[in-house]
C-alpha cells in the first residue's frame, strides 16, 4: 500500500520515453496570447494586471539594477503556479514535486544572485558572511557558519517546494482512500471525511499558489543582497 501511495511521484513514461518534458512544456499552451488590439478580452486582461500588480509588488524593494529580473521572476512565478495547480487534477502528474527539476531552478538562480554580487560588489558580498562587530575569537567560526548557510540557501528553496506539495499530496490520497474503505461501512463517518478532504483540496490550492510565490520571494531577497 505505502509504495502505491508514493507512485504517483514516479515520473511517467510512454514507451520508454519520459512524459515530464510535455508536463513541464504544456502550462506554455494554456496561457492567453496578447493581441494588437486596443481592447484585449477579459481572460488576458486579468492576466495583465496579475502579472503588472505582482512584479511591481516584488521589484518594490528592489534598486533600478534588480528590475532587470523581474520578466524572469514574473515567469517562473507564473510558471510555477500553473504547474502546481494543475498537479491537483485527477490522474496527472505534479514536475514540482522532483526534488530535481526544483534544483534545476533554485541552483542557476541562486548562483546568478551570487555571481552578480561578487561581481558588483564583493566587498558587501563577502561581508556577509561576518557580521558587524564580531569578537575575534568568533571570526572563524561565523565565517564557517555563515558559509554553509550561504551555501544550504538553494537547497532549502528545493527542499520547501518539494516537501510541501509532496505532503500535500499524499494526504489528499490517504483521506481520498479512507472516504473509499469508510463509505460502505460508515457512511456518516465516510461524509465528514469526505467534507474533511474537500477542505483540505481548497487548503491545498492555496499552497500552491503561496509556495510558488514563497520560492520567488526569496530568489528576490537573495538578490535584493546583492545589487
Known amino acids: 500500500m505505502m509504495v502505491s501511495f508514493f507512485d ?5 513514461s510512454y514507451l520508454g520515453i519520459p512524459l515530464i518534458a510535455i508536463a513541464i512544456a504544456l ?11 486596443w481592447i484585449n478580452n477579459r481572460l488576458i486582461t486579468i492576466q495583465g494586471w496579475f502579472i503588472n500588480r505582482f512584479t511591481n509588488q516584488l521589484m ?41 527539476l526544483n534544483m534545476g531552478f533554485a541552483v542557476p ?3 546568478a544572485t551570487v555571481i552578480i554580487g561578487m ?17 575575534i575569537p568568533l571570526i572563524p567560526v561565523l565565517i564557517i557558519i555563515e558559509t554553509i548557510s550561504l551555501l544550504i540557501r538553494p537547497l532549502a528553496l528545493g527542499v520547501r517546494l518539494t516537501a510541501n506539495l509532496t505532503a500535500g499530496h499524499l494526504l489528499i490520497q490517504l483521506i481520498a482512500t479512507a ?19 474537500f477542505l483540505l483540496t481548497l487548503l491545498e490550492v492555496a499552497v500552491a ?17 546583492n545589487v
Request: avoid cysteine; charge should be neutral; proline fraction near 10%.
Open 109 to 111: 538562480l541562486w548562483l
Open 60 to 100: 518594490l524593494p528592489l534598486n533600478v539594477g534588480g528590475h532587470k529580473w523581474a520578466l524572469l521572476l514574473a515567469s517562473l512565478m507564473i510558471f510555477l503556479i500553473t504547474i502546481n495547480m494543475l498537479g491537483l487534477l485527477p490522474y496527472t502528474f505534479t514536475p514540482t514535486t522532483q526534488l530535481s
Open 179 to 197: 472516504v473509499f474503505v469508510l463509505l460502505p461501512m460508515m457512511p456518516t463517518v465516510a461524509i465528514l471525511t469526505a467534507t474533511v478532504l
Open 8 to 12: 504517483q511521484f514516479a515520473s511517467p
Open 119 to 135: 561581481r558588483n560588489q564583493p566587498t558587501v558580498a563577502l561581508g556577509h558572511l561576518l557580521p558587524e562587530g564580531t569578537p
Open 209 to 225: 499558489m503561496i509556495q510558488a510565490y514563497v520560492f520567488v520571494l526569496l530568489l528576490s531577497l537573495y538578490l535584493q543582497e
Open 27 to 37: 502550462p506554455w499552451v494554456l496561457y492567453p496570447t496578447s493581441s494588437s488590439r
